[in-house]
């Protein structure tokens, strides 16, 4: 810590404020190796000849006899601030950083570490341009930009996969053809008569038959889904000798299209069933291509859905990161270099003004 301290002479009088002001210069300031500080403007306060002395009084802490008047009033603040930022570039220059922040919007978030959070979280990427970070700024925001595109890529590639997967078991599946398996395999009584409604009652009567459509409005039109579900919870397995663990949801619902190519008892309802060949008993390798082809489409949508809420999480993630980096990397260049002024009375009533700069 580099500790400066100046002693003026004058006591505190009412007058002092309105001391002589000099007029202005560009003063270069002399450090004590001799290095200059250049294009400081002291907003018509200090001379050269005496900010020089006033650098150079550390040297001499012995002195009785400042040789700097502080000159008490409005504009002398402004004059202090615009050294102590002056000092904390010339140090960030030393430091092998930029000799001066960005101007205007930029040096605020840099130099405000709640604003550099705001900004990234907000944008990720911006707070770190105004750290002139620029291989960061780079990263994060090529990070937002593939994530968003991945994310609505990945979406639309899954709810594409996910209607044909839904088109293929309207076409391709009839609740008719299930529950005239339903009539052979389970050990109730049952014909199935008595899981139709009177529309399908009228075609039996009409046709001596029912027979599957696979079109979705005419085949359910004749099944009464709830007599339907009844019969399910009463088959007992041939396997396990236990009630089938599921039933015939509603159609159109997400269940509805989900059980006909994920549980072997579902497989009967397939256009390709084929009894002779397959059986419900038994395993994958025992289903019609039918039911494999739509467990196939579940499967592919359901990775690219997948892959899309990761990317939203990755989007998240990003956000987060940027702000926290932005606000640490902000927060770490205002303690690297620090301007602190301090003013109190000496022992023999004379002001006295400390200055402390930080590296």
């Excluded at 199935?192 to 009228?202: A, I, K």
Aim: charged share 15%; proline share 4%; hydrophobic share 45%.
């Amino acid at each position: 810590m580099l500790l400066l301290s100046v002693a003026c002479l004058t006591a505190l009088l009412p007058a002092a404020a309105n001391a002589q002001h000099f007029t202005g210069n560009q003063a270069g300031i002399h450090t004590l190796s001799g290095n200059t500080l250049p294009g400081l403007s002291l907003a018509s306060q200090l001379t050269s000849g005496e900010l020089d002395t006033w650098l150079r009084m550390h040297e001499d802490a012995e002195a009785s006899t400042p040789a700097l008047q502080l000159r008490y009033n409005a504009q002398a603040d402004r004059a202090w601030n615009e050294f102590g930022l002056h000092l904390r570039e010339q140090a960030a220059f030393a430091a092998g950083e930029t000799a001066r922040a960005p101007r205007g919007i930029m040096r605020t978030i840099s130099e405000t570490p709640g604003l550099a959070f705001l900004s990234s979280a907000l944008v990720p990427g911006l707070g770190q341009a105004a750290n002139q970070q620029w291989w960061k700024t780079a990263l994060f925001a090529g990070i937002e930009i593939s994530s968003i595109y991945l994310m609505i890529d990945y979406r639309r590639t899954g709810d594409r996969k996910q209607q044909q997967y839904n088109d293929f078991a309207d076409a391709h599946w009839s609740v008719v053809q299930y529950a005239q398996f339903l009539v052979q395999y389970t050990q109730l009584d049952m014909r199935l008569e008595d899981v139709l409604t009177p529309e399908g009652r009228q075609v039996l009567l009409d046709n001596g038959f029912v027979r599957a459509t696979f079109n979705t409005e005419i085949d359910w039109a004749m099944i009464d889904l709830a007599r339907l579900n009844e019969f399910e919870f009463g088959t007992l397995s041939r396997v396990t000798g236990r009630p089938l663990s599921h039933v015939v949801n509603p159609y159109g619902s997400q269940q509805y299209y989900e059980l006909p190519s994920k549980y072997f008892q579902f497989a009967p309802g397939w256009r390709d069933w084929n009894r002779d060949i397959s059986i419900i008993d038994g395993g994958v390798a025992d289903m019609p291509p039918s039911w494999r082809y739509h467990a196939a489409l579940e499967e592919e949508f359901n990775d690219a859905l997948r892959f899309s809420g990761a990317m939203g999480m990755l989007l998240i993630a990003n956000h987060v990161f940027a702000a926290f980096d932005a606000f640490f990397v902000s927060q770490l260049r205002m303690h690297r270099s620090q301007l602190e002024t301090t003013a109190a009375l000496t022992a023999g009533g004379r002001p006295s003004v400390q200055l402390s700069l930080n590296f």
